[in-house]
């Protein structure tokens, strides 16, 4: 919900530049609404691993069949999970790994990949914007003081 929200209202800034009567300097003005953006979306992806982390971690000894963690289990056939002994949740990078006996491990969702590939890369682009944004304050007020 916050990411739809933070999409709409960057989107009404975005409008908003390209009409009359837009602050200026606009071209800072939109790179720091940008990196606002990209960063609150680099978080919510984030959290949506951590939370998913936090719930197959919270599913071990709650109760009877708990042990190994059902995210190791669930959806995955007889075959993958023969000699689970134990899993290794991890919170950076997200993960959450499934550990057989003999010491090999699976993944118990591949879907912590693309979360964590995503989150990054909206990091990043969050403070190349940002670090845009400062450059452009930088160059005006450069030539500002070169035009006095």
């Not at 959806?75 to 899993?87: E, I, K, V």
């Not at 914007?129 to 007020?141: H, Q, V």
Request: one cysteine or more.
């Amino acid at each position: 919900m916050a990411c739809a929200v933070g999409a709409l209202v960057a989107g009404a800034g975005v409008v908003a530049m390209a009409l009359p009567g837009r602050p200026e300097p606009w071209p800072v003005h939109l790179l720091r609404r940008a990196a606002a953006t990209a960063a609150w979306a680099a978080a919510a992806v984030y959290s949506l691993g951590f939370f998913s982390v936090l719930v197959s971690e919270s599913d071990v000894n709650d109760g009877a069949n708990s042990v190994p963690a059902p995210a190791c289990r669930d959806g995955f056939d007889p075959a993958t999970t023969q000699g689970l002994s134990h899993h290794r949740p991890s919170y950076l990078p997200l993960r959450f790994d499934c550990v057989r006996e003999d010491g090999s491990v699976y993944s118990s969702d591949a879907a912590y990949g693309w979360m964590n590939g995503a989150s990054a890369s909206l990091a990043l682009s969050a403070a190349l914007f940002a670090i845009g944004a400062g450059y452009a304050t930088e160059l005006r007020a450069r030539k500002a003081a070169l035009t006095s």
